[in-house]
């Protein structure tokens, strides 16, 4: 079975941009979270989709979006993207929203923002 | 505000050695508890989960949780020069996100 598939893998922009990112799920997962990793706050949520639906958000800025379409893809977007949007974005997937779902992370898109 | 932590590191243990790693979380909610291993450069992959008071064991990884405590634990036997990386505690309480600790980095020497 195919793991999370993140594209792309590295993207260089400048401030004042904006971005979109991509993640397809492991087939029959309906779950989708994404996180933003720093080397100095480490893992921060962000959003989670379930069934097209966002389940929960995390304390971003509203440049920050996402949505998941019906088969389950999802999309985060970075509006005016600023120095610090630098980071490594994870999705992550899993067959439902329960607490025992564990998440299943994709390799990770490497945004720096010059 | 949920939090969990976890000791940066780094531990040191010569190959071989058990290491223990150690988790504490803040909302007494908390339901699964979740360890991931990250390789530098790599992304977070499930090592294993827990869910009920106890131990629970696979190959040489042991999880324990202590819920009066709040507190997870990863023991890891027979340490290898492989295990070295950055290992992630998660928490996650129900109709909630997952929330990860920052890591504790693992060095194993041989």
């Known amino acids: 079975k195919a793991g999370v598939t993140q594209t792309p893998r590295y993207l260089i922009k400048t401030r004042g941009q904006q971005v979109t990112l991509s993640c397809s799920p492991i087939s029959g997962h309906r779950s989708v979270s994404w996180y933003q990793q720093t080397p100095g706050q480490g893992l921060q949520f962000l959003f989670e989709?379930?069934?097209?639906?966002?389940?929960n958000k995390g304390n971003f800025p509203g440049r920050f979006s996402g949505r998941q379409f019906s088969n389950s893809r999802s999309e985060m977007n970075v509006s005016t993207l600023e120095l610090g949007d630098s980071a490594l974005y994870l999705c992550?997937?899993?067959?439902?929203?329960?607490?025992?779902?564990?998440?299943?992370f994709g390799n990770g898109t490497r945004l720096t923002v010059t | 505000q949920k939090e969990v932590e976890q000791n940066s590191g780094p531990l040191s243990v010569p190959e071989g050695a058990i290491a223990s790693l150690n988790c504490t979380y803040s909302?007494?909610?908390?339901?699964?508890f979740f360890w991931y291993r990250q390789y530098s450069g790599k992304s977070p992959e499930l090592i294993m989960f827990?869910?009920?008071?106890g131990d629970k064991e696979d190959g040489r990884f042991t999880a324990q949780l202590n819920k009066a405590s709040q507190y997870v634990s990863l023991l890891i036997r027979d340490s290898q020069p492989s295990d070295s990386a950055t290992y992630l505690c998660?928490?996650?309480?129900?109709?909630?996100?997952?929330?990860f600790g920052k890591g504790t980095t693992l060095s194993v020497s041989s």
């Open positions: 998660a928490v996650k309480v129900e109709r909630t996100a997952l929330i």
């Open positions: 992550a997937s899993s067959p439902a929203t329960g607490t025992n779902s564990p998440l299943h």
């Open positions: 909302d007494r909610g908390s339901q699964s």
């Open positions: 989709y379930f069934s097209e639906t966002q389940r």
């Open positions: 827990i869910y009920s008071n």
